[in-house]
């Protein structure tokens, strides 16, 4: 992993004098992402900057590259994975400089021209200035796993790894573009397909797409996008004649190739293990061949979704190190600042949760490896392996069937969204559009693909560019570690999306293709465990909760900043900001948390842009998070509860139940002629249960006489403790309940 910045005036004429103070301010602005070497490129029209993380060739591999006679010019951020195949196939008409895996980008050049990019393997971003042309190519990998941003306006084109690199550029915008943000479906959570191009969220300024490039011909004074790689114009017929067993022993070939070559290095490896599929399968691939570090999250969620638990057990099936890493939902030192500079690491809207909690894996796995300078995750597998199969069907059809109505209706979605908008009135009266599919075809502006399978594919493309890549990247640069993901490498997902479609049940049902080829590295219920979220589930409040205590902090000075941006009420109603916070903090499923911190995030960034001497810097006392050692899960197990927990013991059964100082439950019988129940706290009505939800958890409340142990109450009403346990751990979390201890 580097960092790339650059310009090029669409003129021909040189730069102007400052352009070297403007390149270093555009470097400095991402260090983290190359703190071991620093260099710059001027001639002419043409400036770049680099900034490097040495991960092959350590001590020769710096950049910009050169050809023989010094006429093309390249900087590169990334990793060709297979550049050893390609450098035999050329060295009898080429000269090597270093042994940089990136230098085979200049040679085939040479060779090729920019046609080049249908030859590389693995996941890069690059400038090349060839000076015989007087042309400048930047391109980026077919997944956008490495970034690439540009602005232009009539006199040149400014790039850069990072949108922050781009905004030291004197004339570049510097305003969140707030109709595109506010709109975008990953945002706002509409549920449908999307295919439209990846978005930078920022007014004037370009997110170049995954398999794309730019073409600047300084000639002509002229620039032009051009697609080289399509996600689905890639299908291999030949594959239709191979077996079932067939399919998946090949695609496990691909996945083994894809990982041993992202284990292609001169520094030390880590992987993030999650308990699930994806990593774990990673990491039984890797164990054949190094011993190296895995990461997980130890949180509440985590623990009650097993993910946590799974994690261990895979690394100790696999004899690899596992660090658990400890996140405390109510005991942290997470501060306003630490958001605020993530946040700017991130520059988007859409950073969340997740990305604190990866971040501080990355943090700490720094601080016990130090010289660990790459990590592997499964990013990448659920979009394309049918991952969310099982998820996207619903409960009442979790089936391939119930999913892919699922997948018609997130089309018909796209449909709908560009229909008058009188006609979105008939959806909202009943529970499905009683608006037949050819009316609703005819009245939108939408291009109709041919099956919703495409158009599913196609958005978890842009998802991936927008979110999975988007991020990971991020949080692993500001860190000083670069990110690595073996199931994009491209010969895999071309393989699968080439499986035809009558094959599709078979295979792609939950993960099948992907289990049934890993099944001999791992135990069966490693392999065969079902996908869960990742912190979202049954118990997703403690981490809400843990974001909505982060921004109420200080006196909510970050609500207070994002408000303050120049824009945010020209499309937010401040009054209803803050009711909707309010109504969060009352909320202990703290429901729609984050959506509303995406609207957060988008003043702030808003806000943030809108100062001179905001910087992200990785030395600014963001904290490091401890490991918690686990021999034996099923032992330690309750030791973590109560260690996530506000509880510092047990709950016994043999304990009495009490009601808080203050605290009392509603029970008048007009109340209850709305299915709901209210637990008071000081004079409010703090809390809504509903009997459909919390029905056996309200028959426990209105039993509590503070006399009856709470074995007593359960064994009265003939209910099992796991029944109201959520219930419960929350009641005693926040307060609401205290157990008393019998008296001996």
Request: with cysteine.
């Amino acid at each position: 992993m580097c960092g790339i910045a650059g310009v090029v005036r669409l003129d021909g004429t040189s730069l102007p004098q400052n352009v070297d103070t403007i390149l270093q301010n555009m470097a400095e602005e991402i260090s983290y992402r190359g703190p071991d070497d620093e260099q710059f490129f001027i001639k002419g029209p043409l400036g770049f900057a680099f900034r490097r993380l040495s991960i092959v060739d350590i001590n020769g591999g710096k950049q910009p590259l050169t050809n023989e006679d010094g006429t093309i010019v390249l900087i590169a951020n990334g990793e060709i994975y297979n550049s050893t195949e390609l450098r035999a196939k050329l060295s009898s008409r080429h000269q090597y400089k270093t042994n940089s895996d990136c230098e085979i980008i200049l040679h085939l050049y040479e060779e090729k021209g920019i046609d080049l990019l249908q030859d590389l393997i693995g996941m890069y971003a690059f400038a090349l200035w060839d000076s015989r042309k007087q042309k400048m190519f930047i391109a980026r990998d077919r997944f956008g796993i490495k970034p690439l941003f540009f602005t232009a306006n009539r006199e040149r084109l400014v790039f850069a790894s990072e949108i922050k690199s781009l905004m030291k550029y004197p004339d570049c915008p510097r305003s969140l573009d707030w109709n595109k943000a506010l709109t975008d479906p990953w945002l706002s959570g509409y549920i449908a397909t999307d295919l439209s191009d990846p978005s930078s969220f920022f007014e004037g300024i370009e997110h170049l797409p995954a398999g794309c490039a730019v073409e600047v011909d300084v000639k002509k004074g002229s620039w032009k996008q051009i697609r080289y790689w399509d996600l689905l114009a890639n299908n291999n017929q030949s594959f239709a004649e191979l077996s079932d067993q067939e399919i998946i022993n090949y695609y496990a070939n691909l996945l083994e190739d894809s990982v041993q070559k992202c284990l292609q290095s001169d520094v030390e490896i880590g992987l993030f293990l999650s308990g699930g599929i994806d990593s774990a399968s990673i990491a039984a691939i890797t164990s054949e061949r190094q011993n190296i570090h895995t990461f997980s999250v130890l949180s509440q969620s985590t623990l009650t979704n097993e993910d946590a638990k799974y994690a261990h057990i895979t690394a100790k099936y696999l004899g690899l190190p596992n660090h658990q890493v400890l996140f405390h939902w109510d005991e942290n030192d997470f501060e306003p600042n630490h958001w605020r500079k993530l946040l700017w690491l991130c520059e988007s809207p859409l950073c969340g949760p997740e990305q604190l909690y990866k971040f501080h894996l990355h943090r700490y796995a720094r601080s016990v490896c130090p010289d660990l300078k790459v990590i592997l995750t499964g990013q990448g597998s659920d979009e394309f392996n049918g991952g969310y199969s099982s998820v996207l069907a619903p409960a009442w059809e979790n089936n391939w069937e119930g999913f892919t109505k699922n997948l018609n209706r997130l089309e018909m979605g796209r449909y709908m969204s560009n229909l008058p908008s009188k006609l979105f009135v008939w959806e909202e009266h009943f529970e499905q559009s009683p608006l037949s599919e050819k009316f609703i075809l005819s009245k939108s502006s939408e291009v109709r693909r041919e099956s919703s399978w495409e158009a599913y594919i196609l958005t978890k493309f842009r998802d991936i560019q927008m979110y999975n890549c988007w991020l990971e990247d991020r949080i692993a640069a500001g860190n000083s570690i670069e990110n690595r993901v073996p199931f994009l490498d491209h010969r895999i997902v071309e393989f699968a999306l080439s499986i035809p479609s009558a094959r599709r049940k078979g295979l792609f049902w939950d993960k099948k293709l992907l289990r049934s080829g890993i099944r001999n590295r791992l135990p069966s219920e490693l392999y065969k465990r079902s996908k869960v979220p990742f912190f979202y589930g049954e118990d997703a409040r403690f981490t809400l909760r843990m974001m909505l205590d982060l921004l109420l902090k200080q006196k909510s000075v970050l609500l207070e900043e994002a408000v303050a941006s120049s824009k945010f009420s020209d499309f937010i109603d401040t009054d209803a900001f803050f009711s909707i916070a309010h109504q969060l903090s009352q909320d202990p499923e703290v429901t729609n948390m984050e959506y509303f911190l995406r609207i957060v995030n988008m003043g702030l960034l808003q806000h943030m842009v809108e100062q001179t001497n905001v910087k992200y810097e990785d030395s600014d006392n963001f904290i490091i998070l401890s490991n918690h050692p686990i021999e034996n899960w099923e032992k330690n197990e309750e030791e973590i509860h109560l260690k996530l927990s506000k509880r510092r013991e047990a709950i016994k059964l043999e304990d009495i139940p009490l009601f808080a100082p203050e605290v009392f439950l509603m029970q008048r019988d007009d109340i209850q002629k709305d299915n709901h129940a209210y637990l008071v706290v000081d004079n409010h009505l703090t809390y809504a249960l509903s009997e459909d939800e919390a029905g056996q958890w309200l028959r426990v409340l209105r039993k509590i006489n503070g006399e009856q142990s709470l074995k007593e109450i359960l064994s009265d009403l003939d209910i099992t403790e796991s029944e109201i346990r959520k219930f419960l751990e929350e009641a005693i979390d926040f307060g609401v309940i205290t157990m008393k201890p019998i008296a001996n």
